[in-house]
């Protein structure tokens, strides 16, 4: 009697522990966005606080030493990389965009005091890396064309020579083209891309779609189809 008893109080158990899996199940996406919501609003604060300590306490040193400058173009990129990882959740949150602009501002007189002592951080001077973190954050100077535009013109003399990669290159030329579409500019490479909800529309470049394919096997590029999907993965992950 006592074995059916601990069997019977067993399957009742199972029973509840089934209906509340299931009512669990049901709420979930209920509950999910509040959650994720929340956690969204912990990082953006933690990530206001952060840009705040960067510019109230960033690294002190000699703009001379390529080392110093080295740590710094890093540090910079990491922040820059870790706010625009938040955009990708909410393409238009106004709170987001505004220290996004406010950060991008910062890096870029950072980007002009660097640039005013050493020129370009050369590969041969500073290695790929600096000379990475370097075209990222004058990338991101969208808020200065004519300073892209100086940087390009830079680039395009240093690709030549091996003192900057061609992918930096390529994307710059086509950021900055865009920006002067007035004057008949376009892209040459496709690198730059309208995203507008689910859809993926490559901005005006020049020539067919085989002669940008060429273009960007020549730079180190993929395929023009291949990088729209890793774009799309990107943003809809």
Excluded at 28 to 50: G, Q, R, S, T
């Amino acid at each position: 009697m006592k074995r059916r008893l601990n069997a019977f109080s067993l399957v009742k158990i199972f029973k509840s522990l089934f209906n509340l899996v299931r009512l669990l199940l049901i709420l979930l996406p209920m509950f999910a966005p509040m959650v994720e919501a929340h956690f969204l609003k912990e990082k953006i604060h933690i990530l206001k606080e952060n840009i705040k300590k960067e510019q109230a306490n960033f690294p002190k040193g000699n703009l001379e030493d390529v080392v110093y400058v080295k740590k710094i173009l890093a540090q910079m990129v990491v922040l820059d990389q870790e706010v625009r990882a938040l955009i990708i959740h909410d393409l238009d949150d106004p709170s987001i965009q505004q220290f996004l602009i406010d950060m991008d501002e910062f890096h870029t007189g950072k980007m002009k005091e660097i640039l005013k002592r050493h020129g370009w951080p050369s590969i041969s001077k500073f290695g790929a890396e600096a000379d990475y973190h370097a075209w990222m954050l004058v990338q991101h100077a969208d808020a200065d064309p004519i300073f892209q535009a100086g940087c390009l013109f830079i680039l395009s003399q240093l690709v030549e020579m091996g003192e900057t990669a061609q992918k930096n290159y390529a994307y710059l030329y086509d950021r900055v083209t865009l920006k002067f579409q007035h004057l008949g500019m376009k892209q040459k490479y496709g690198t730059q891309i309208n995203i507008s909800g689910n859809t993926f529309k490559i901005l005006p470049f020049e020539g067919t779609l085989s002669e940008l394919n060429q273009r960007r096997l020549k730079m180190g590029l993929s395929p023009i189809k291949t990088y729209l999907e890793e774009i799309k993965k990107h943003y809809q992950r």
